[in-house]
Every structure is written in C-alpha cells, then in structure tokens.
C-alpha cells in the first residue's frame, strides 16, 4: 500500500508563491497518474492539477497559468508550484496517486494553505 506525506502548505501573501511536495513510500514510476486535490471549508473538494503516468498534465481552469505541476521519479515525490497565489486558493490540499494497473486510489493526510494579507 502506498503512504504519501504531503508537506510545504503554509501561510502567504496574495501574489505570493508555495511549493507543495508529497513523498510516496515506494516507487510510482509507471502506472500512476499524481495529482494534487483541495477542499476549502463548506466546499466540495476539487481536482487542482494532475500528472499522469505518461507526463501528460491538466489544471483547473483556476489555476491555469499560475499552479505548476511536476514530479521526481527518482525521489517518488509530486511537486505543485504555486504563484501568484489569491486568497481563494485558501484550502487544505491534498496530493492522490492513482494506480492504472491495479485501479487504486491512495491519499495523502493534507496540508493547509492560507493565503491572506
């Protein structure tokens, strides 16, 4: 089964930038698509951005242009670049593999992001 440990959230500015990272605790290289998740309080919990088994990524249409996301086969971990952050992009975020083969779904426990002035 595969843990993930997400870290990096934190307090920012509005226009400022964070880095979310997210270890796994084996290999996902081939068969698992990444992705990055968050929930925002009294909100549904919305696909943020995802990088799939091929390289092939795809954003929310809110964060188009400002959210980057990125992985390191060798290290097993899932990046989310974030610039230009806006106060609606308050939430806690939380990073999902997916596994192709097996069709399993593993999450990791969540990291807060506040974006205030």
């Known amino acids: 089964q595969v843990q993930l440990v997400a870290s990096g959230g934190g307090l920012a500015q509005p226009r400022g930038s964070l880095i979310l990272s997210c270890a796994a605790s084996?290999?996902?290289?081939?068969?698992?698509?990444m992705s990055w998740y968050r929930q925002a309080p009294g909100k549904q919990r919305e696909l943020v951005a995802i990088i799939t088994s091929a390289g092939n990524t795809n954003y929310a249409n809110s964060v188009k242009g400002r959210f980057t996301i990125s992985r390191d086969v060798a290290k097993n971990t899932v990046f989310l670049q974030m610039n230009n952050l806006k106060p609606g992009d308050t939430a806690v975020y939380l990073c999902?593999?997916?596994?192709?083969?097996?069709?399993?779904?593993?999450w990791g426990q969540g990291t807060q992001v506040t974006v205030s002035s």
């Open positions: 084996e290999s996902i290289f081939g068969g698992y698509d």
């Open positions: 999902n593999v997916f596994s192709t083969v097996h069709l399993r779904s593993y």
